[in-house]
Nanobody
Framework: VQVVESGGGLVQAGGSLRLSCTAS????????VGWYRQTPGKQRELVAS???????NYADSVKGRFTLSRDNGKNTVTLQMNSLRLEDAAVYYC?????????WGQGTQVTVSS
C-alpha cells in the first residue's frame, strides 16, 4: 500500500495551492480520506476529510477557503487551498482509513510567506 502526497510548496499569503493524495494497493473508494497538518511542537490536526459517500468535513479554520474532493477512478483526493494564511503553513499529511486499516503518507510541506 502506498499513499503519496504532492503539491506542496511556497506560496504568498492570499495565494492558492492544490494538494493531491494518491493511494495504491487499496480499494480506495471504501476509504475515508483526511488531510491533517502539523507544525513543530504541535499535535497533528485534522484539516478536512471526505468519506466514501463524498461527504466532507472541515476544520473551522479552513471553512470557506479549502475544498476537498475525490476521484475514485484515479484513487485521488484533492485539497484545494485558497486564501492561504501564514498560519496555514505546516506539513500536510494524508490519511486513508477504512475500519481498522489506516495508511498515512509521508507528508508535503506548505510554506506561506508574507
Amino acid at each position: 500500500v502506498q499513499v503519496v502526497e504532492s503539491g506542496g510548496g511556497l506560496v504568498q499569503a492570499g495565494g492558492s495551492l492544490r494538494l493531491s493524495c494518491t493511494a495504491s494497493g487499496i480499494l480506495f473508494s471504501r476509504y475515508t480520506v483526511g488531510w491533517y497538518r502539523q507544525t513543530p511542537g504541535k499535535q497533528r490536526e485534522l484539516v478536512a476529510s471526505i468519506n466514501d459517500g463524498g461527504a466532507t468535513n472541515y476544520a473551522d479554520s479552513v471553512k470557506g477557503r479549502f475544498t476537498l474532493s475525490r476521484d475514485n477512478g484515479k484513487n485521488t483526493v484533492t485539497l484545494q487551498m485558497n486564501s492561504l494564511r501564514l498560519e496555514d503553513a505546516a506539513v500536510y499529511y494524508c490519511k486513508s482509513q477504512w475500519l481498522s486499516l489506516v495508511y498515512w503518507g509521508q507528508g508535503t510541506q506548505v510554506t506561506v510567506s508574507s
